[in-house]
């Protein structure tokens, strides 16, 4: 009797995408990112999956069910990015290099409102829906190095 489970592949219709402005840091891309997906990750609960085992059954806290893909783009692309995502109402995060000076949640929050849409100096933007929608909003960008 056979009491493995299946090996199919997983597929999943929704993408979770990041983007980043390609001028950043390594250190900047990482706590880009980093922050971004906390953003989905509290708002869309089905994209966690379940809480994690190991063998001597210690637990672990539950991670997002698909993959992250992390994407770089100039800052006219990530800017169209923007306008895309707010056109068709997709979940999304956003980071704004003002975000690099602040220490705090609450001067984060700040930073973001003192600024008007059209002006944001965006460094980092998540978003998450289904894959075409996605694709169409992160077009001209490529996949991160």
Avoid: C
Avoid at 27 to 49: C, D, H, K, M, Y
């Amino acid at each position: 009797m056979n009491t493995e489970q299946p090996t199919e592949a997983i597929r999943f219709d929704t993408k979770i995408a990041v983007l980043l402005r390609e001028d950043l840091e390594p250190w900047q891309r990482l706590n880009v990112t980093a922050f971004l997906v906390s953003g989905l990750g509290t708002q869309i609960p089905e994209v966690i999956g379940e809480p994690y085992e190991d063998g001597d059954g210690a637990r672990y806290l539950p991670m997002f069910r698909q993959p992250v893909l992390v994407f770089e783009a100039t800052k006219e692309t990530l800017t169209a990015a923007h306008a895309r995502v707010l056109s068709r109402a997709l979940p999304r995060a956003v980071f704004t290099g003002d975000l690099f000076t602040t220490g705090n949640d609450r001067d984060n929050r700040a930073a973001v409102r003192a600024v008007r849409t059209a002006e944001l100096d965006l460094v980092g933007l998540a978003v998450y829906g289904p894959k075409n929608a996605v694709d169409k909003v992160i077009k001209g960008s490529r996949m991160h190095p």
